[in-house]
């Protein structure tokens, strides 16, 4: 295969190498805003593991942007898989920023200036141009540009678009919970997105969502194009995330309290985790540690992923609130966990850190919000709780040990729901045309 780097006067030849044999049509063009592995994190999780099955049925050419040059270690897994790997490296956010206001018009999202890089674009432009592809998946609304316009109009050519969630409402939230004058940017940002947003689902061939939930929620916003739309539920690497795994408790190192540990994983520099953590520290785990359950120490709140936000870390001077910061395996955190929770106020779509706790067969207390689009049943699979009070008394009920074949339960339901091989069936209904030429 080839892999390259992008530069501004053409291609240059970055690594990897020839197969010596040219790759089998069909051929699909690959678009994300971010490289799709490792998949470590929500938006990477999905991307891989779609690209990983359309490798099977397609010659792929991938092209993204890459933010953190610690991920170019991981090419050649993706060149392994791939006909073709394309890259630009992502610049700074106050580059991006001023590139995005640079790039600002009357009536146009900022977001796409952000991750609009003009070789990237030339490169995909002059690929579906040429015709050189059957078919086109496209990762997240944000690089919809790149497979637009006359080039991609041509008459065969299947195009997907995963919108994943609906970002705009995303900004709407944002909007709804900010002050003046960030509040005006992100309602600015909400409106011109849905714009964008409703175009493009009117444009591409199929544009998908991460639950049947998110469609339908997008299909009242954009009825045109409501005979377009369907979804691609979440999955859950199974193998990885095995409850039988022998994890090391990182809870029972010298130091540690051994108190019952509370657990909450993801990116902690993504505003809505930031908000999420920040609300339980505040809110819900006081009540928790005022009266913890007979016969038990006051609970501990662990935070862990990485890049904390500020407001994050400063949660961490908090009595019994730990911020670990970036760690080498999530899995052990969340295995000896008593309890797993997604407090998450502002959320669209499925949560992976909800099934994967699941997965490994942890009790798992969730907002309605972090619920959304999980194939579960409340109150047998998982727990789902509204508000402060609420949250503390569902989480207090399973250190107490009243909910015991909780997290067995969870385990079979994203067994039976959530395998990746089967929520991707759809896929090859959607490109099924494509992958038979």
């Known amino acids: 295969m080839e892999a390259q780097l992008l530069g501004s006067k053409g291609l240059s030849a970055f690594g990897g190498g020839s197969r010596g044999a040219a790759p089998p049509s069909p051929r699909l063009l690959f678009l994300a805003h971010r490289i799709p592995y490792p998949p470590d994190k929500g938006e990477k999780i999905r991307a891989w593991h779609i690209l990983d099955h359309l490798a099977d049925r397609f010659a792929v050419e991938a092209g993204f942007l890459v933010d953190d040059p610690a991920d170019l270690q991981h090419l050649p897994v993706l060149e392994r898989r791939c006909a073709k790997v394309v890259w630009r490296p992502a610049l700074s956010r106050r580059q991006v920023a ?33 015709g050189r592809y059957d078919a086109v998946f496209v990762y997240s609304s944000a690089m919809a540009p790149y497979a637009m316009g ?158 904390p936000a500020p407001a994050v870390q400063a949660l961490a001077a908090q009595p019994g609130v730990h911020v670990t910061g ?4 999530v899995r052990p955190y969340v295995a000896h966990a008593a309890v797993s929770v997604a407090p998450l106020r502002i959320a669209r779509g499925i949560q992976n850190k909800v099934l994967e706790a699941m997965a490994l067969a942890r009790p798992v207390v969730a907002t309605p919000q972090a619920f959304e689009g999980v194939r579960a049943q409340p109150g047998r699979d ?49 490109l099924g045309q494509a992958a038979t030429r």
């Open 326 to 329: 970036a760690v080498p395996d």
């Open 382 to 430: 998982l727990l789902v709780a509204e508000g402060a009070a609420e949250m503390a008394a569902q989480v207090a009920a399973v250190l107490a040990g009243q909910h015991p074949g909780l997290g067995a339960a969870a385990r079979a339901a994203v067994v039976a729901g959530h395998d990746w091989a089967a929520t991707l069936g759809g896929l090859d209904v959607m």
């Open 150 to 307: 006359p080039a991609a109009r041509r008459p065969g050519l299947v195009r997907v678009l995963d919108m994943v969630d609906v970002d705009s409402e995303k900004w709407r939230a944002y909007a709804a919970a900010a002050r003046p004058p960030m509040a005006w940017v992100y309602a600015r940002e909400a409106r011109t997105l849905l714009a964008f947003e409703r175009r493009t689902a009117a444009e591409f061939d199929r544009t998908v969502f991460v639950s049947a939930e998110e469609a339908r929620h997008f299909a009242a916003l954009a009825p045109e194009s409501a005979d377009r739309l369907g979804f691609l539920d979440n999955g859950v690497d199974l193998a990885r995330f095995d409850p039988a795994g022998g994890y090391p408790n990182p809870y029972a190192e010298p130091g540690r309290s051994g108190a019952p540990a509370i657990v909450f994983t993801g990116t902690m520099g993504y505003r809505p985790n930031v908000d999420a953590v920040a609300w339980f520290a505040e809110a819900v785990l006081p009540l928790l540690r005022a009266a913890p359950p007979a016969g038990l120490a006051p609970p501990e709140f662990w935070i862990v992923g990485a890049n």
């Open 98 to 130: 001023a590139r995005a206001l640079l790039r600002a018009r009357p009536g146009r999202p900022l977001t796409l200036g952000w991750f609009h890089d003009p070789a990237l674009f030339a490169w995909a432009q002059q690929g579906l141009a040429a």
